[in-house]
């Protein structure tokens, strides 16, 4: 193999690898930013905590003891973001997690 022919080669690997890195960063930032919007619609007192009785008849509040990773009755976006990212690539909380 030609030395311009394994420049191009890992060039185009690092690109491809910085791209998909991109892209998931991008989803995790676009989730974050759902979250965040949810809890400000949702954060009666503006705590950033969501109790069961602020997270109403949402979604949240059907999955709320599961969310709720550290048991303490509040909801955090970083709780929220997590449950998400575990239960689906496509932020689908009724699903099961996928296996890998």
Known sequence: MQPKSRVLIVMFAF?????????DSATAGDLH??????????DANADGTLTRAEAGDSWVSKKFDK?????????TVDEVVAFKKAHSK???CDKKPSRA
């Open 90 to 92: 496509h932020g689908d």
């Open 33 to 42: 930013h759902k979250v965040n919007k949810m809890f400000k619609q949702l």
């Open 67 to 75: 969310i709720d990773a550290n048991q303490d009755g509040g909801l």
């Open 15 to 23: 690109t491809s690898a910085v791209g998909l890195a991109s892209a």
